[in-house]
């Protein structure tokens, strides 16, 4: 405008804003924000009466510098100053509302079957986790019932089962007496590990997947919910069919929010930038969940990808609006997000493979300095 000095363009005074902010206050933001949207899950939303979480494991990789490198180093296989740092993430999410209920991170050399169990003893009473099979052990569903929660999980492939000595509770669908393992794992105490009963009873649940272009494939699921008229094995079946909503979760926050590769120079900046893709995930599915409740809709059937994009359309104009007018945006942005349905997709497969080809570059094998001198040396004449 006439008579006002511009704005600045440098950026540093919001650079320096941004590395004084505490990392305690954005993962305390995080875990809020998934409190509250929990919070909003009445009794009809709940599984048989249980709040059920899902978690899983992923990696990220990091911004190339000595200070992430040392942290969070890169991976043995590629060569100092070719790879990048990568970091190991095991997040919690729920199932009912999809919010990321929090995050542990660590190197990625470190178990993500120690940083999973980090979660337990957060869990409330009668609460149910579901993962895949890398978590279907004694000590996991030990673990569980010693917060008073329970497990669905798929059983680990070295664990065979011999149905003779189990009390059939319906076709393919046995009680058995498991026995403590000799051997403490590398993530436990002796002491923690001797503080598990010796025996728990367990519920083996084997069902077939059935899909297009694709072998009928036989699943076992581990589960200490032994009653078997109130968890009949189709539902135990169907929740179990839902832990692929946590694969979900995780692409949205990877590739839709873009946290596949991290900016951040230093491991306090790349936690801060974990804690903030989360805080922004939380925040749209906060909005999901208020479009739906609204409209009656199942928040599963929100477009993620769709809320960001009106959210971004209105930013605006609700930064600048007053109080009457922010309230009508608010009304028409809950409006458009419950429009942002995708279709029901229950037996949905795709190849994993691209159609985009690539640019022809060779692979990175040396670092890039050794490679800028390698060009100056071909163009300086013999």
Request: include cysteine; proline fraction near 7%; glycine fraction near 4%.
């Amino acid at each position: 405008m006439s008579g006002h000095t511009p704005p600045s363009l440098n950026t540093g005074a919001y650079a320096k804003a941004r590395q004084r902010l505490p990392e305690t206050v954005l993962q305390q933001l995080v875990e809020h924000t998934g409190a509250v949207l929990s919070e909003q899950a009445e009794a009809k939303h709940l599984w048989l009466g249980h709040a059920v979480k899902v978690l899983d494991g992923t990696t990220v990789t990091l911004a190339d510098t000595e200070a992430n490198q040392q942290a969070y180093p890169q991976h043995p296989n590629q060569k100092p100053g070719c790879g990048f740092p990568l970091v190991q993430l095991v997040v919690m999410f729920s199932l009912t509302t999809a919010e990321a209920i929090g995050v542990r991170i660590a190197p990625w050399k470190t178990s993500e079957i120690g940083l999973a169990r980090q979660w337990y003893t957060t869990l409330q009473p009668d609460d149910v986790v579901v993962a895949d099979r890398a978590y279907g052990s004694y000590v996991d569903l030990a673990l569980l019932l010693q917060q008073q929660a329970h497990g669905v999980l798929r059983q680990r492939h070295h664990r065979c089962n011999d149905w003779t000595k189990g009390q059939r509770l319906g076709s393919g669908d046995y009680q058995f007496c498991w026995n403590r393992p000799q051997s403490v794992p590398k993530t436990m105490s002796r002491s923690d590990f001797e503080a598990l009963p010796p025996t728990l009873a367990v519920r083996v649940i084997q069902m077939a997947w059935e899909r297009p272009g694709w072998r009928t494939q036989s699943v076992t699921v581990v589960t200490t919910l032994l009653d078997a008229k109130r968890y009949p094995k189709a539902k135990i079946a169907t929740l179990y069919g839902l832990r692929w909503r946590v694969e979900v979760n995780l692409r949205h926050l990877k590739t839709t929010l873009r946290m596949e590769h991290l900016l951040g120079q230093s491991p306090e900046m790349v936690r801060k930038e974990i804690y903030v893709h989360l805080l922004a995930y939380n925040l749209l599915r906060y909005l999901m969940w208020q479009a739906a409740s609204d409209t009656e809709q199942d928040p599963w059937r929100l477009s993620l990808q769709g809320t960001r994009q009106s959210f971004n359309h209105f930013r605006p104009h609700l930064a600048t609006a007053g109080p009457d007018t922010r309230a009508n945006y608010c009304r028409y942005l809950l409006e458009m997000v419950a429009q942002t349905t995708v279709p029901e997709r229950p037996t949905r497969f795709e190849p994993r493979c691209l159609k985009r080809r690539p640019k022809d570059f060779s692979l990175m094998r040396e670092p890039r300095e050794v490679l800028k001198q390698n060009l100056l040396n071909e163009s300086i004449p013999p």
